[in-house]
Structures are given as C-alpha cells and as structure tokens.
C-alpha cells in the first residue's frame, strides 16, 4: 500500500511544512500525517485551500515508507527537503529548531 | 458585440471607449468603430475600410506587421494582442509600429498583460490597454504612480548616464 | 553640473573601480525597491497570484528553492567595492545563516531569505548601491566580463566600461523582459579569454582595429544545458558607436522569432541552429538596419562620461621589479608555490593580481562566511584601493596589488582559511548548488566536489599535476559548466540513485570545447577514483610540460577510455 505525506513552503518566510493530524501545519517531517490513496485526495485538497487563503504555495504530494524509526520519503531529493542539506547538517530542521531559527 | 471591457489610456485613466472587437465567425457590422482580426482584414479589405465610424486592427503576437503596413494610413487603431503575460512578442511590436513604421495612430494592448507590466507599455509608445475581465484600473495607476517619475524631459536634454536617455519613452 | 548627477560614493570608495552611481541612478534603484515592496504587499494579501508575482520577484532575483526562499543579488560584471562587500557581510548576518555563496556569473547568493524581509533586504543594499534586478527571469542577466579587467598585463581594451553600458541599456529595457528564455552577455577586451564569451547567447571580443580605435567581435548562440553549443561568429568588426543598435537588434530577432513553445527549445542557441547561423546573421543586419535614427548609437562622449564615473586607483611609480618581492619568492617556497597559481600579471609596473581561493580543500566551493566577507573587504580595501572582483570560478580577485606587498597579504589569508595555494588546479572544482539546495537538480555535487578536494588535497601533488578544471553540475541546466570542463561531471538520477556521468576535454577558454564521455555513470563513491585513473593515465604519457588538456588533445580520449573500462571491472 502506498503511502503518501502533504507538504508545502510557507509563503510569508519560506519555511517548509508538513500536514499533520488535524490539518495542522507541522514544522518538522517527524509530525506528518501519513495518508493513503484515499485519504491524500482530500489532504490536498486541504492544501489547495490554503494557497488561496494566502498561508502557502507549492503544495505536492510526497511518498514515503515505514521504517523502524518512522517515516522515509522515498527520493533523495525529497529526503534531503525533508531532512536538510547534507552539506550543512547545522541547518537541518532539528538543528534549527534547537536554535529556535 | 459591446465592449464591455475598462479601456484606460496612458496615464491609467479610465476612458470611454466605443470601440468593439469582431469576433472570428462575425460578420461585418455596418459601421464602426470596429477592431477586425488581420486575417479578416486581409481577405475582406476594402469592405473593411469601407465602414464609416473608423476601423481597427486586431494583431496576433505572432503575425508579421508588415502584411498591414500598406493599410496603416486607413486604420485608426492597432490591437495587439498579449496571449499570455510571459509572451513578449507583443512589446517588439508596439515599438516597431511607433519606431521603425513611424505609425502614430492609437495602439492599444489587449489580452492578458499584467499592470506591472504598464510601465514598459507605455515607453515603448501604447496609447490604451484594454484591461482583463475584473481588473482594477487603480492597480495600473497605481503602478505608474510606484514607478514612474518617468524623464518627463525630452531626451536630447536628459543629462547622462545613459539610462535616462535610454528610458525616453517612443513618442506615441 | 546639477546636483542629480553628482557622483555620491563616499570618499573611501571614490579609488575602486567600480561604476559611481549619482543620485538619479541611485533612485532608480530605491524606486525599483519600493516597487517590489508593494508588489510582495499585494502578493501577500492575495491581489496578485503566485502566477502573476513569479516573474515580478524573479526580475527581483528571489527564487523558490528546495528549502527557502533565495536571493541571488546582482555584482555588476563582478565588481565590487569594499563598503558594498561588507554590506553584503552585514546581509548574511542579519536575514541569513551568517553565509554568502559566490556564483558561475559573479553573483552572490543567499539560501534562506524569507519573502516578507526581500524588500528590506534590497533597501539596505540599495543604501550602496547594490540590487538584485534581472538577476533571474526571461530577461537580460548580468554582463559578465574577465576577472582581471583593467588590470590585465595582456589587456588590449578595457571591457568595464562597456559592460556597465550593457547593464544600463539591458536594466528595465522595456521591450525585453518577457524573451522567451533568459539571455546571458559576456565581453571580454584580451585574447586570452577568462570569462567564456563563446558560450554566451552574445560573446563579445573587444578589440582595436589598425587605427588604434576600439571595436567588437560578436558571437551568438552559445550556452551549455542540454543543448552545448558554441558560439558562432557574426560580426566581425563593430564600431563602439554601433554597439547598442547591434545589441537591440540581436535581441529584436530572438524575442519576435525565438521559440516560445517548448522551454527546453527557447534559448537563443535552438534559434540560431535552427535558422542557421549565416540566415540569422542576415536577419540581425536587417534589424540593425530598420533600427531608425540615433536612438541607439552610442557616442564617443558618452563613453567617456561612463568611463568617468570609474573610480581609478593612484597607481604609485613602481619599479618593474620589486628586490622586497624577489626576496620573498626565494626564502619562503610556500608563499612562491601560492604566487604560482594564485596571481595574475599586472599592466601597471610593480603591481600584481592577487586571486584569494573560496576552495579550502574539503569545503564548500565559493562559499563564504559572513567573518571571511568582512575580511576579504579589510583585505581589499588595504592592499587593493578598495576594490574587488568576483571571478566566475568562484573566487574572489584583489587586482592592484603591490609586489612589494604581497607577501604581507599573503601572510594575512592563513588565518581566516582562504589561503589555500590553488587557484586553477584540481581542487579549484567550480561546482553548482546541486540537490542539497537546488530545486532542479538530479544530484548532489557539493559532497562530490568534497571528495575530490579531500582526495588530492596534498598541495605538491596538486602542483604537479598542474593546471586542471574540474566543473561539477548537479543536472543537465550545467550552472557548473561541466561541458567545458577539463573534466565535467554531470549529477543524473539512475533509477532513483544518484549518479555521475564523467567527460574530459572540454575548455572554456578562447579553444571553446566540449568534453567527451568517459563512459557510464558511476556513484558518487567511485568519483575520486575515476579521477585517480584520468589523472593517472595523463601523469604516465605527458610530455615535459604539458598541461593536462594540451596531452587529452594530442592522445585523445582513447587512452583515458582504455583506463576507465579497466577500472571498472
């Protein structure tokens, strides 16, 4: 069965989100809410609503799997916008948000 | 069919506008003020500039000026039309009318341009911009109004550098 | 002279050569950022869809990328002074990480800006002169010229001054905002060329002719991303006079005839391969003839003006040889081994350029922290009249150096780590963003321009392997060159991994060429050791001197293919 988070960039400051329970914006990928094939239909359609109530842009679908530790998107290049640059672990969400940025 | 379209001229004003656009399958009204897409003026030309009221031409991004340039003393106005904001075709157009056709007639921009797009219009020598369905005349103005204080002096006294000189808008 | 045209740069700046604004051109840009406010204003409330503000904010330089929002601001064909590189110090600490990434066409960028703070950021930069328009969009990009200009010992014709009259002529051109792909300009005025005019959409070669007087080649339709092409000559000589009325025609035929249907089509390259390049000359020589009057015609006086407003340095009365410079180059052999590759021969005698590497071994290519851009500004405004320049390789140059104060500003580059004697060898990788910031990218090229680096860091082994660029591109768009790379890698996605396709042979250069496959894709893992086998094969057949890419045309790819094949077995 495949599985399938909601994400989205904040319009205001470009930080990147996440749909988590209760259609509630998450800041990191640990607290998104996984949906099935049936379920992502209307999480994005949450989403569409949101870009015309002006809080986000680029909302898309992103596949993810179970690991032990929760869940994985399943592309490099979404894992790295879910997880932060590789190259700058410092910037990585848990980092930041450590640091309160 | 009426225009039910704002026309506003180059300063954003809202003016009146008695012009109509003939559609592609219509026949020919028996007067005008009336635009007239080229195809149709090509192929139906003098009755075409037979109307009394005035006659203007509709021209597609992509159509070469030169088949109407003949025809130019006959016309009172020339549309041109912007498919899509991101098509720039249309500005090289307006400027080759003005500057390399010599034309003075009315030049109006119809279709999709946006009002920050305004600015530009109006330097390279519109006269009017038929705006979008809904669209606000204020966000034009108000444009002109941000951005402009264009040189209002002519350009051979405009000190340099060069931008001012450059930015003198083709007289329209 | 009226007050508007005043030059304003404060007295400090007034030696370095960069173009001083006055205060119409000051308010042009002050305007153009309240513009923007309101503009993000009205995209914020909702008036103006993300559609309708795309191309608004990217002609503001404000991308969306894989993490943030990022601001790629504008240095003019390169040129900064050091009041503007603390400004852009000051930026990276205040709305940024404290970072600033130099870019392949001498801009800088920064990677986590938020949308609601772009217009501050642009009005603080504003307050010296500094902007961010045309940086991105279908519109014309910033000039790029030589990172040695004016200063150059094999200069024929300085090019600043008429890179600043493109920069004028192309900023807010109102007829050219909407191309159907964005347009790149380079010019160049030695015949060693250092900022890859053939793979521009315009290259321009500046010259004189045999009466002394300025004039132009021009080349068209060059640029790498899918389609590597490069460039074709059109126009032999053009008269200074001439210049504007040649570039609005050139322009004139790609916005009315480029392809608007298909964005990987749309580039000036497709439409002058598609036309054929005698046919799209013709068409220019039409334009350039229909062009009417003397709008465009760019008068002597004019030149002179702009020309004017340059800051020149007070070039002290040196000898050509400095006895403090010699001395220095034979006690200590590794401030010789930094001269070697990190200087450049100067016009002016007792005077040299000095390049200052942003390519520590293992780091981040062109990346600098917010503590090392104040540096750099001390350092220039100290050894060099105030001045800077960005060089497409992603290095920052002090031109005016004295000799005899080399070695002291050598001394000074240890400590904040951008000393690193490497300027133009393997470890001088020019690498893009790639999938660790970029939206487009297939693949990661920061970690693999980290190997390489880490793998040849020994400086004697970088020394004598020699002169050897290594582009590193994370997607076909090539923001790294790779084509014209010595060796090009190109990041792709085999199924769903990340992979990397090597060529050898390409050059930038004046020899414009684009290099040859290798073979297939390896990972990121094996890199360091293919370029172990290319470097290996070239160490055992080099005659005497050769430099690697001199050796790759005289045996061709044959040899280097042979090792390849071997090494992946």
């Given amino acids: ?72 998107p399943l592309s490099t290049r979404e894992r790295i916008r879910a997880f932060g640059p590789t190259v700058h672990p410092a910037f990585s969400y848990a980092a930041t948000s450590r640091l309160g940025a | 069919m009426a225009n039910t379209r704002i026309v506003i001229d180059r300063t954003g004003a809202v003016i009146a506008n008695a012009w109509t656009t003939l559609a592609a399958d219509e026949a020919l009204p028996s007067a005008g003020p009336v635009i007239v897409p080229l195809a149709r003026l090509l192929a139906e030309t003098d009755g075409v500039l037979a109307l009394p009221g005035g006659v203007g031409v509709l021209v597609a991004c992509d159509e070469a000026l030169e088949q109407i340039v003949p025809l130019l003393p006959n016309l009172a106005l020339v549309a041109v039309a912007f498919p899509k904001f991101r098509d720039g075709r249309g500005f090289t157009q307006i400027r080759a009318l003005r500057d390399q056709f010599g034309w003075h007639g009315e030049i109006r921009a119809v279709g999709d341009a946006l009002p920050d797009q305004f600015l530009s219009l109006v330097r390279l020598g519109v006269s009017t911009v038929e705006l ?24 051979a006294e405009q000190p340099l550098p060069l931008l001012r000189r450059l930015a003198a808008p083709f007289a329209a | 002279m009226d007050t508007a045209t005043q030059i304003r740069t404060p007295s400090a700046a007034a030696e370095a050569g960069i173009y001083h604004y006055d205060a119409l051109d000051h308010a042009f840009i002050t305007r153009r950022v309240e513009a923007f406010r309101e503009q993000v204003q009205r995209r914020l409330s909702g008036a103006l869809t993300e559609d309708a503000f795309k191309p608004l904010r990217l002609m503001n330089g404000l991308y969306l990328q894989l993490h943030a929002y990022m601001l790629r601001v504008a240095i003019p ?84 001054v008429y890179a600043e009259i493109l920069r004028q002529w192309s900023t807010d051109h109102p007829e050219f905002l909407f191309l159907p792909r964005k347009f790149k300009i380079a010019i160049i005025g030695s015949p060693q060329d250092r900022a890859a005019i053939k793979l521009h959409d315009i290259g ?38 001439d210049l504007l009325r040649y570039m609005e025609a050139v322009l004139r035929v790609y916005n009315a005839a480029g392809r608007r249907d298909n964005i990987y089509k749309a ?7 598609e036309t054929g390049a005698a046919r799209f000359a013709e068409l220019v020589e039409q334009e350039f003839a229909n062009l009417s009057g003397d709008r465009f015609h760019l008068p002597d006086e004019v030149v002179s003006a702009i020309q004017a407003r340059f800051g020149s340095p007070d070039f002290a009365d040196l000898p050509q040889v400095s006895p403090a410079y010699q001395k220095a180059l ?9 001269v070697s590759t990190n200087t450049h021969p100067h016009r002016v005698p007792g005077y040299i350029s000095a390049v200052i590497s942003l390519k520590p071994i293992g780091g981040i290519p062109g990346d600098a922290s917010s503590a090392q851009i104040d540096r750099i500004a001390d350092l220039a405004e100290r050894y060099s009249f105030g001045e800077l320049r960005i060089a497409h390789e992603q290095n920052v140059v002090l031109a005016h150096v004295r000799q005899d104060a080399l070695f002291a500003l050598w001394q000074e580059l240890e400590a904040p780590g951008i000393a690193t ?51 590193i591109s994370g997607c076909i768009n090539a923001c790294a060159h790779h084509h014209v790379g010595h060796i090009g890698i190109l990041g792709v996605d085999k199924h769903g991994d990340e992979a990397y ?39 055992a057949l080099r005659l005497p001197g050769e430099l690697f890419i001199d050796s790759f045309r005289r045996v061709g790819l044959a040899p280097f293919k042979r090792e390849f094949r071997h090494g992946q077995h």
């Fill in chain 3, 330 to 338: 034979a006690e200590n052999a590794d401030f010789a081994r930094w």
């Fill in chain 3, 421 to 471: 004697a490497n300027i133009g060898l393997i470890t001088d990788i020019i690498a893009c963003p790639g999938l660790d910031y970029c939206d487009l990218a297939n693949a990661r090229s920061i970690p693999v321009a980290q190997s390489i680096s880490e793998r040849f860091g020994d400086l004697a082994r970088q020394h004598d392997i020699g002169a050897l660029h290594v582009n």
């Fill in chain 3, 77 to 160: 064909y390169g040129m900064l002074s050091a009041i503007q590189m603390r400004k852009l110090a000051h930026v990276a600490r205040k709305y940024d990480r404290d970072y600033g990434h130099f870019t392949t066409r001498q801009n800088i960028q920064f990677n986590w800006i938020k949308l609601e703070q772009a217009p501050d950021i642009l009005a603080e930069l504003a307050e010296v002169d500094i902007h961010a328009i045309q940086t991105s969009g279908n519109c014309i990009r910033n000039v790029s010229t030589d990172q040695f200009a004016g200063a150059a010992a094999d200069e024929l014709v300085d090019p600043r």
């Fill in chain 2, 132 to 155: 979008g369905e809904g669209e606000d005349p204020e966000s034009w103005s108000g444009v002109l109004a941000l951005r402009g204080g264009l040189d209002s002096r002519p350009a």
């Fill in chain 3, 501 to 539: 396709q090597i060529t050898i042979g390409g050059a930038a250069d004046e020899n414009a060429a684009l290099g040859q496959l290798l073979g297939a894709a390896v990972s990121a893992e094996q890199v360091p050791d293919v370029i172990e086998g290319v470097i290996r094969v070239y160490l």
């Fill in chain 3, 267 to 273: 580039r000036l390259k497709i439409l002058v391969r």
């Fill in chain 1, 1 to 72: 069965m495949k599985l399938f988070v909601v994400t989205a960039t904040n319009l205001r400051d470009g930080a990147i989100r996440w749909l988590g329970a209760g259609n509630a914006w998450q800041a990191s990928f640990a607290n998104a809410q996984p949906f099935d094939a049936a379920g992502i239909g209307p999480a994005l359609a949450f989403g569409a609503a949101e870009i015309l109530a002006q809080r986000v842009i680029g909302v898309y679908q992103v596949e993810v799997r179970r690991t032990a530790d929760g869940l994985d």
């Fill in chain 3, 204 to 241: 321009i070669l500046t010259q004189r002719n045999d009466a002394g007087e300025p004039g132009f080649t021009i080349y068209v339709g060059g640029g790498l991303g899918r389609t590597p092409v490069i460039g074709v000559k059109i126009r032999d000589w053009l008269p200074v006079g």
